[in-house]
């Protein structure tokens, strides 16, 4: 068996953080331990949520109960954490494991914010930042948002994007990166993935993705494919290695992000609702991506994405 | 879709509680929004355990923020809750979702302890009692130390199992009861499940299912019980009625659940653990439910065991 351990958000209701990376790892033969960073009853795009958020100690707390009881992982994905203290009581997590096990792969999502608007405390980002010099993060997914954040470069273009890109190799030693989606002012319709791999011989490829924009709001997405991308990375970098397994993996699980926001899309659509909207609860939950009926494609690799060297 | 709120323990790693009922009910084709009442690292047979417990008040948040999201169920699972307070809480969480919606199917699982020995404190019995009394739970699925705590019935013999499943009826005019393995001091390698039907002239169907024992401990045999129970008794009450739902749906149930434990016990053996100990970590993880492996069978319904009338 492959061992997982998450850490992230967990609703009771829709798929965001745990909720939307569980039941597809689960699927493709994981063993997904799940340690949840908050307890609410639903995103906060609904306009209203109720819930609690573990402080930084009880997340320190449920990793020792881990260790007590004797557990290792060849995964560690982490991504939504409340506040820069569970912030950095993740940080000690992954450093801990990663000490413990120096052949664990880390994707670290550094969830931040998205589209211009931050979701959490602007003290996150030097604590992220911190946690990538340490050098123990395999694989980090900003959205492009929070690649600017990071690494300080606003990416409007190819050439910035590269630059963004590029600087987590050089500033934080990172040696993967991925971008789920991005957008430049060339295009409404079209939307961009990218990705970045830091060579063995210290130079780097950069490659970007090219698909159609659906003309709507999801929540999750970026949670989905930090999650499949946890999968396919795995397997083309340990399982069955392949030169640039970063390249092949996101080109794999862009195929099926994009089916799953499809069947979500015309779901909703069905449903009478015309586009997701944040603060509209029930556009929202019609919003809710569709990962129970797509229980059958998430291991799916018939239409990957063309990766185009940049 | 099928929506089922699912109201028990969430342990990071392993199989109890909302751990081992969301994935099989997911890959059934639920929708399943689970509502944790604890967060522990893993079940607490393990010898040590880290985590925290929800308030009876943060239940009651949680569920307001699902209300306020404007979400509604056909079924209610409701499992380990630790605390009377906590109990409390469920039950006026069930009886609020049932009038608003009396067509709702309530599976209550009153975890109070398991052979002989009580979990939680003994101020939750009356509780369970008066939620019982209401008259809004579907069906109840105590084990058989749990019934005997609940009806004040010993149940020794035929004749006793069916005095303590009637009591469920008459006492608390609960229409389904359903026990998922129970022995009697007649042979040691044989344990029985049983269910009981009131039926709509006011008599009962009462009816005991055979097999053989798996000489080794698992936890969270009731849990995966109730969660499967959940689904078949769901499809043929509502979906596809048959006269006695309950008969059917235990049959079915009750081989998945044994094709699980086999495949379990298969398991651990090879790791080289001979039987599952309580407080014995290593043991413990290895006898851990085989969920993720058993994802295809989990609708087989091609050994169902046959109900004995008693």
């Known amino acids: 068996m492959k061992h997982l351990l998450a850490i992230q958000s967990h609703v009771v209701h829709g798929y965001v953080g745990n909720k939307a990376a569980t039941f597809p790892l689960q699927c493709l033969g994981w063993e997904v331990d799940a340690l949840n960073t908050v307890h609410f009853s639903n995103n906060t795009g609904y306009g209203t949520v109720k819930g609690t958020k573990a402080s930084a100690q009880e997340i320190l707390d449920v ?6 009881a004797g557990l290792s992982y060849e995964f560690l994905l982490t991504g939504y954490v409340p506040g820069e203290e569970g912030v950095e009581a993740v940080g000690k997590v992954g450093e801990d494991l990663k000490t413990n ?5 880390w994707l670290l999502d550094p969830v931040l914010g998205d589209a211009g608007r931050m979701y959490v405390s602007e003290k996150t980002i030097p604590v992220y930042q911190d946690i990538l010099k340490s050098g123990k993060v395999t694989l980090v997914t900003p959205n492009q948002f929070e690649a600017e954040l990071l690494t300080g470069i606003k990416i409007t273009d190819r050439e910035t994007l590269k630059q963004a890109l590029t600087a987590f ?3 934080y030693k990172t040696p993967y990166v991925a971008i789920s989606s991005l957008s430049f002012s060339d295009n409404d319709n ?7 791999t830091l060579d063995k011989d210290g130079s780097t490829s950069t490659y970007i993705y090219e698909f159609n924009k659906i003309n709507s709001y999801f929540t999750g997405t970026g949670d ?5 991308l946890s999968d396919r990375f795995y397997t083309y970098h340990t399982l069955k290695p392949v ?5 092949v993996a996101v080109g794999e699980v862009l195929g099926v992000v994009q089916q799953i926001l499809k069947i979500t899309d015309e779901s909703a659509r069905k449903s009478g ?17 569709r990962i129970i009926e797509c229980k059958d ?6 239409v990957p994405y063309k990766a185009q060297t940049i």
Chains 1, 2 share one sequence.
């Open 63 to 68: 990793y020792e109960g881990l260790k007590l």
């Open 101 to 105: 096990n120096p052949s664990l792969i």
């Open 169 to 171: 190799h050089t500033t």
């Open 190 to 196: 079209i939307l961009y993935s990218a990705g970045s």
């Open 224 to 228: 989905i494919f930090a999650a499949l």
């Open 243 to 247: 030169p640039d397994p970063l390249s």
């Open 273 to 289: 609702i015309k586009r997701g909207e944040i603060g509209n609860a029930e556009s929202m939950k019609q919003c809710e991506l």
């Open 297 to 302: 494609i998430f291991g799916d690799a018939t």
